[in-house]
């Protein structure tokens, strides 16, 4: 049973820390998502990946956000400096046709 | 671009009940529209879609999802619940030509009660 893995499943770090989030799409998936849930603001495309490339990141707060796929089975999201703000569940999402995306269990960040 | 309602953030319903979660889209450009569920600390997981042909989509479980065009509403309903349905649904939509972004709503928590 194919799914999306990520790790660390939680995260407590301190204001300023640099913080990595990583994620493991489905095998022969070509694009990738990242998402951030909040109470206040639902559910926020932050960027998406297809091929590898980068298609959109325009949800990302680009001075402390960078999103990259070293290779196409592994995605990384980093967050430095981390800020209290930044708190959320991150959710990654794979797919292979524009019809359905897979999502994995989340990382929930917690910054103090 | 799109953008999608919910209009309805709690639906709180006693079991067996039917249940109706209501979704409007605005779109300029054919769509693609989804329901997604979440349960408590999960990921979501897709209920059903509609891409194409019957505007009357179903899934496993028991609900059904209508698209309306003239409407631009495409509302998840459920004849009898059950407490396993408590959990938080997705209204979703994707542009048909702009690939795979998604745009969701901010989401229903439907509660079913005893």
């Known amino acids: 049973d194919a799914r999306v893995t990520q790790t660390p499943r939680h995260k407590v770090t301190e204001m300023g820390q640099e913080v990595t989030m990583r994620c493991q799409p489905i095998?022969?998936?070509?694009?990738v998502f990242w998402y951030r849930q909040t109470m206040m603001q639902g559910l926020e495309l932050l960027a998406y990946?297809?091929?590898?490339?980068?298609?959109?990141d325009s949800g990302m707060p680009k001075d402390r956000f960078s999103a990259e796929m070293p290779d196409a089975t592994l995605a990384t999201l980093k967050i430095q400096p981390s800020e209290p703000r930044d708190s959320a569940v991150y959710f990654c999402?794979?797919?292979?046709?524009?019809?359905?995306?897979?999502f994995g269990p989340g990382t929930r960040l917690t910054v103090l | 671009a799109q953008s999608v309602t919910q209009l309805d953030s709690q639906v709180p319903v006693f079991e067996e009940a039917p249940v109706e979660l209501r979704c409007n889209y605005s779109s300029s450009v054919s769509v693609y529209l989804f329901w997604y569920v979440q349960y408590p600390n999960q990921g979501l997981q897709l209920l059903l879609k509609?891409?194409?042909?019957?505007?009357l989509v179903k899934s496993i479980n028991g609900f059904e999802a209508e698209f309306n065009k003239s409407q631009t509403s495409f509302h998840l309903r459920k004849p009898s619940v059950h407490i396993s349905d408590t959990a938080e649904y997705f209204c979703a939509v994707s542009d048909r030509t702009g690939g795979f972004k998604t745009i969701f709503g901010a989401g229903t928590r439907l509660f079913v009660k005893a």
């Open positions: 999402a794979s797919g292979d046709r524009a019809d359905t995306q897979y």
């Open positions: 095998l022969g998936h070509n694009t």
């Open positions: 509609y891409l194409s042909g019957s505007t």
């Open positions: 990946f297809r091929n590898r490339a980068p298609l959109d």
